[in-house]
Protein backbone atom coordinates (compact mmCIF):
# COMPACT_ATOMS: atom_id res chain seq x y z
CA UNK A 1 0.00 0.00 0.00
CA UNK A 2 2.79 2.42 1.09
CA UNK A 3 4.11 1.54 -2.64
CA UNK A 4 1.31 2.05 -4.15
CA UNK A 5 1.12 6.05 -2.53
CA UNK A 6 4.96 6.67 -3.24
CA UNK A 7 4.11 5.82 -7.15
CA UNK A 8 1.02 8.22 -7.30
CA UNK A 9 3.02 10.82 -5.93
CA UNK A 10 5.61 10.09 -8.17
CA UNK A 11 3.07 10.42 -11.16
CA UNK A 12 1.52 13.34 -9.96
CA UNK A 13 4.58 15.02 -9.89
CA UNK A 14 5.88 13.42 -13.39
CA UNK A 15 2.85 14.87 -14.81
CA UNK A 16 3.18 18.60 -13.00
CA UNK A 17 7.13 18.45 -14.59
CA UNK A 18 5.94 17.66 -17.81
CA UNK A 19 2.77 20.09 -17.97
CA UNK A 20 5.34 22.80 -16.70
CA UNK A 21 7.54 22.11 -19.76
CA UNK A 22 5.09 22.02 -22.04
CA UNK A 23 3.81 25.25 -21.04
CA UNK A 24 6.94 26.79 -20.90
CA UNK A 25 7.85 25.74 -24.63
CA UNK A 26 4.77 26.90 -26.12
CA UNK A 27 4.76 30.01 -24.20
CA UNK A 28 8.28 31.29 -25.32
CA UNK A 29 6.68 30.96 -28.55
CA UNK A 30 3.74 33.08 -28.37
CA UNK A 31 4.47 36.26 -30.65
CA UNK A 32 4.28 39.12 -28.21
CA UNK A 33 7.34 37.43 -26.81
CA UNK A 34 9.50 38.03 -29.72
CA UNK A 35 7.60 39.89 -32.40
CA UNK A 36 8.46 43.39 -30.83
CA UNK A 37 12.16 42.32 -30.44
CA UNK A 38 12.56 41.51 -34.08
CA UNK A 39 10.13 44.03 -35.18
CA UNK A 40 12.19 46.83 -33.81
CA UNK A 41 15.65 45.25 -34.88
CA UNK A 42 14.71 44.62 -38.67
CA UNK A 43 13.67 48.82 -38.52
CA UNK A 44 16.78 49.71 -36.44
CA UNK A 45 18.90 46.94 -38.31
CA UNK A 46 20.17 45.65 -35.38
CA UNK A 47 22.51 42.83 -36.07
CA UNK A 48 21.89 39.21 -35.42
CA UNK A 49 24.13 39.23 -32.45
CA UNK A 50 22.50 42.40 -31.09
CA UNK A 51 18.87 41.26 -31.10
CA UNK A 52 20.07 37.64 -29.21
CA UNK A 53 21.85 39.73 -26.34
CA UNK A 54 18.74 41.84 -26.36
CA UNK A 55 16.70 38.82 -26.32
CA UNK A 56 18.45 37.40 -23.18
CA UNK A 57 17.80 40.79 -21.51
CA UNK A 58 14.02 40.44 -22.07
CA UNK A 59 13.61 36.64 -21.54
CA UNK A 60 14.82 36.84 -18.46
CA UNK A 61 13.30 39.97 -17.36
CA UNK A 62 9.62 38.01 -18.35
CA UNK A 63 10.84 34.66 -16.41
CA UNK A 64 12.05 36.86 -13.20
CA UNK A 65 8.74 38.69 -13.27
CA UNK A 66 6.50 35.22 -13.85
CA UNK A 67 8.66 33.39 -10.92
CA UNK A 68 7.82 36.25 -8.47
CA UNK A 69 3.80 35.34 -8.67
CA UNK A 70 4.94 31.31 -9.54
CA UNK A 71 6.63 31.50 -5.59
CA UNK A 72 3.83 33.45 -4.29
CA UNK A 73 1.49 30.65 -5.42
CA UNK A 74 3.57 27.89 -4.66
CA UNK A 75 3.77 29.27 -1.44
CA UNK A 76 0.13 29.27 -0.89
CA UNK A 77 -0.04 25.75 -2.29
CA UNK A 78 2.26 24.40 0.16
CA UNK A 79 -0.29 26.38 3.32
CA UNK A 80 -3.35 24.68 2.15
CA UNK A 81 -1.90 21.54 1.66
CA UNK A 82 -0.76 21.94 5.28
CA UNK A 83 -3.90 22.77 6.78
CA UNK A 84 -6.36 21.54 4.28
CA UNK A 85 -5.16 18.70 2.39
CA UNK A 86 -7.98 16.70 1.54
CA UNK A 87 -9.71 19.78 -0.12
CA UNK A 88 -6.68 20.48 -1.63
CA UNK A 89 -6.56 17.15 -3.26
CA UNK A 90 -9.32 18.65 -5.72
CA UNK A 91 -8.35 22.33 -5.51
CA UNK A 92 -5.23 21.99 -7.29
CA UNK A 93 -6.36 20.50 -10.67
CA UNK A 94 -9.61 22.53 -10.76
CA UNK A 95 -7.67 25.32 -10.60
CA UNK A 96 -5.87 23.93 -13.34
CA UNK A 97 -8.77 23.01 -15.33
CA UNK A 98 -10.01 26.98 -14.94
CA UNK A 99 -6.74 28.02 -15.90
CA UNK A 100 -6.87 25.87 -18.97
CA UNK A 101 -10.08 26.77 -20.36
CA UNK A 102 -9.69 30.88 -19.32
CA UNK A 103 -6.78 30.58 -21.64
CA UNK A 104 -8.48 28.81 -24.13
CA UNK A 105 -11.77 31.27 -24.48
CA UNK A 106 -8.99 34.31 -24.02
CA UNK A 107 -7.28 33.22 -27.61
CA UNK A 108 -10.66 33.04 -28.94
CA UNK A 109 -11.53 36.60 -28.05
CA UNK A 110 -8.23 38.71 -27.45
CA UNK A 111 -7.26 41.05 -30.29
CA UNK A 112 -3.52 39.67 -31.47
CA UNK A 113 -0.93 41.84 -30.38
CA UNK A 114 1.03 44.52 -32.42
CA UNK A 115 3.23 46.69 -31.94
CA UNK A 116 2.38 50.32 -31.17
CA UNK A 117 4.26 52.46 -34.53
CA UNK A 118 5.40 55.19 -32.42
CA UNK A 119 8.23 52.51 -31.15
CA UNK A 120 9.37 51.41 -34.68
CA UNK A 121 9.79 54.94 -36.13
CA UNK A 122 12.65 56.38 -36.29
CA UNK A 123 14.83 58.23 -34.45
CA UNK A 124 14.50 56.88 -31.42
CA UNK A 125 17.46 55.55 -28.91
CA UNK A 126 18.04 52.34 -28.18
CA UNK A 127 18.25 52.62 -24.65
CA UNK A 128 14.76 54.18 -24.72
CA UNK A 129 13.38 51.36 -26.90
CA UNK A 130 15.18 48.67 -24.78
CA UNK A 131 13.99 50.12 -21.17
CA UNK A 132 10.00 50.19 -22.90
CA UNK A 133 10.64 46.34 -24.23
CA UNK A 134 11.77 45.54 -20.51
CA UNK A 135 9.10 46.93 -18.36
CA UNK A 136 6.87 45.29 -21.48
CA UNK A 137 8.12 41.91 -20.40
CA UNK A 138 8.48 42.40 -16.68
CA UNK A 139 4.28 43.70 -16.74
CA UNK A 140 3.25 40.88 -18.13
CA UNK A 141 4.19 37.81 -16.20
CA UNK A 142 3.55 34.03 -17.48
CA UNK A 143 0.72 33.31 -16.29
CA UNK A 144 -0.04 30.54 -17.77
CA UNK A 145 2.38 28.74 -15.51
CA UNK A 146 1.12 30.01 -11.98
CA UNK A 147 -1.52 27.11 -11.95
CA UNK A 148 1.93 24.69 -12.16
CA UNK A 149 3.42 26.38 -9.49
CA UNK A 150 0.45 25.97 -7.39
CA UNK A 151 0.15 22.14 -7.84
CA UNK A 152 3.30 21.69 -7.11
CA UNK A 153 2.49 23.06 -3.45
CA UNK A 154 1.26 19.79 -2.91
CA UNK A 155 4.58 18.23 -2.77
CA UNK A 156 6.25 20.50 -0.95
CA UNK A 157 8.78 23.09 -1.55
CA UNK A 158 11.58 21.29 -3.72
CA UNK A 159 9.17 20.65 -6.41
CA UNK A 160 7.93 24.38 -6.29
CA UNK A 161 11.81 25.12 -6.73
CA UNK A 162 12.07 22.13 -9.37
CA UNK A 163 9.07 23.84 -11.42
CA UNK A 164 10.84 27.41 -11.39
CA UNK A 165 14.25 25.71 -12.80
CA UNK A 166 12.31 23.87 -15.40
CA UNK A 167 10.60 27.09 -16.16
CA UNK A 168 12.97 29.55 -15.84
CA UNK A 169 15.79 27.20 -18.37
CA UNK A 170 13.43 26.13 -20.92
CA UNK A 171 11.41 29.39 -21.37
CA UNK A 172 15.08 31.27 -21.63
CA UNK A 173 16.59 28.65 -23.89
CA UNK A 174 13.26 28.52 -25.73
CA UNK A 175 12.62 32.20 -26.43
CA UNK A 176 16.87 32.87 -27.31
CA UNK A 177 16.33 30.13 -30.21
CA UNK A 178 13.84 31.14 -31.89
CA UNK A 179 14.63 34.29 -32.26
CA UNK A 180 17.79 33.35 -33.63
CA UNK A 181 15.41 30.93 -35.62
CA UNK A 182 13.13 33.88 -37.18
CA UNK A 183 16.04 36.58 -37.19
CA UNK A 184 16.24 36.04 -41.49
CA UNK A 185 12.47 34.65 -41.73
CA UNK A 186 10.73 37.40 -39.75
CA UNK A 187 9.03 38.96 -42.83
CA UNK A 188 7.99 35.24 -43.89
CA UNK A 189 6.33 34.01 -40.98
CA UNK A 190 2.75 34.08 -39.97
CA UNK A 191 2.36 35.44 -36.48
CA UNK A 192 -1.28 34.99 -35.81
CA UNK A 193 -1.48 31.87 -37.19
CA UNK A 194 1.13 30.60 -34.97
CA UNK A 195 -0.12 32.81 -32.04
CA UNK A 196 -3.72 31.19 -31.92
CA UNK A 197 -2.43 27.51 -32.46
CA UNK A 198 0.25 27.94 -29.44
CA UNK A 199 -2.36 29.26 -27.38
CA UNK A 200 -4.94 26.52 -27.97
CA UNK A 201 -2.45 23.94 -27.24
CA UNK A 202 -1.60 25.86 -24.04
CA UNK A 203 -4.62 25.83 -22.90
CA UNK A 204 -5.42 22.22 -23.71
CA UNK A 205 -2.33 21.07 -22.28
CA UNK A 206 -2.88 22.68 -18.62
CA UNK A 207 -6.75 21.36 -19.10
CA UNK A 208 -4.74 17.74 -19.32
CA UNK A 209 -2.71 17.92 -16.51
CA UNK A 210 -6.08 18.88 -14.42
CA UNK A 211 -7.88 16.27 -15.43
CA UNK A 212 -5.15 13.51 -14.94
CA UNK A 213 -4.21 15.33 -11.20
CA UNK A 214 -8.16 14.61 -10.67
CA UNK A 215 -7.42 10.65 -10.76
CA UNK A 216 -3.63 10.60 -9.68
CA UNK A 217 -3.25 12.26 -6.01
Known amino acids: MASFKIFLIFATMIQIFIGTLVVSLLHALIPSHWIPLLTISK ?10 FMSFYLSVAHVLSS ?17 FELVFQWLSPSILVIFGLYFLWRHHTHHHFHVDDELVQPPVRKRQLFLSLM ?19 THGIYTVLLVGLIYTFTSIITMI ?21 SGILTGWTIILTGILSFFIH
Request: proline share 1%; glycine share 8%; charged share 20%.
Open 177 to 197: LWVYFLYNRFQKFDAHRWEHR
Open 135 to 153: MFMILSPCLEITGFFFGAG
Open 43 to 52: TYRWSKKETL
Open 67 to 83: LMVGFVLGWVGITIQKN
